[in-house]
């Protein structure tokens, strides 16, 4: 390794030092802004309308403070996010095309509302089946169901925060597509793995019932199908984006 790569890599390095730090930063801010949001919001989720029949119980002395530090937690890690996303887009923007720079830069709101969709679709249809059909269940096996308020807020953030990230499956393609690490005959070859992973997926997050599966299964086969039909777009993008860099040079 000559001095100029050990230059170039002791510059990446310190770049990338720097856009840690501001995330960090920021990050304490976001905390501390839960800190004020984290107990209304843990009151409104606990009156839901499907929490009418539930009594929640804390079996530990710090239940209530865990639920309190994780709520801050997710408050502060959505509220930074677009700050992370620009961090890395600022990072990775050196190695783009100048109109890759441009359009990647503008997925970072479409992102944030892909997040936002996606927690919502768990926490308002997802989140109600599910707790009526192991209600439902307990009833008819004649058990009855005591809820401790760490597996109750464990349970939410197992199935709300995923779906949050799965629904960046389609602008995570194109951005990988714009990069030109990922193809869309890539994602047509390897379909059918893709579809097992999904089902893995939603057998984690879900007890094990054939209904529950198919409404998580379903919601991310089709943003599978989505992220294809996009990775085509920015692929086309790529190529012309490579073609007017190669003519370019050659002028």
Not at 56 to 69: E, G, N, R
Request: hydrophobic share 55%; net charge neutral.
């Amino acid at each position: 390794m000559n001095e100029l790569e050990k230059k170039e890599i002791t510059e990446h390095l310190d770049e990338l030092r720097k856009r840690l730090m501001i995330v960090i930063y920021f990050f304490a801010g976001a905390m501390l802004v839960g800190f004020f949001l984290s107990k209304p919001l843990i009151y409104q989720v606990q009156e839901a309308p499907w929490t009418e029949s539930i009594q929640m119980h804390a079996f530990q002395v710090t239940d209530p403070l865990k639920i309190y530090l994780m709520v801050i937690m997710i408050i502060g890690f959505v509220i930074v996010l677009p700050v992370i996303l620009y961090q890395i887009w600022a990072f990775v923007s050196p190695g783009l095309y100048s109109n890759e720079r441009k359009l990647t830069l503008s997925y970072i709101p479409i992102v944030m509302l892909l997040m936002l969709l996606g927690m919502a679709f768990s926490y308002f249809i997802l989140v109600p089946y599910i707790i009526q059909f192991t209600f439902e269940l307990s009833e008819d096996m004649g058990i009855e169901t005591t809820i401790g308020i760490n597996q109750y807020f464990g349970f939410l953030f197992r199935t709300v925060l995923p779906f949050g990230l799965i629904f960046q499956m389609p602008i995570l393609v194109l951005f990988l597509t714009q990069l030109g690490l990922l193809t869309p005959m890539f994602l047509k070859k390897n379909r059918k793995y893709a579809y097992f992973i999904l089902l893995v997926v939603a057998a984690l997050i879900a007890p094990p019932d054939l209904m529950t599966h198919i409404m998580l299964t379903i919601p991310m086969i089709v943003l599978y199908e989505i992220s294809i039909y996009i990775s085509k777009i920015g692929y086309r993008r790529h190529l012309k984006a490579e073609q007017k860099a190669i003519e370019e040079s050659l002028d």
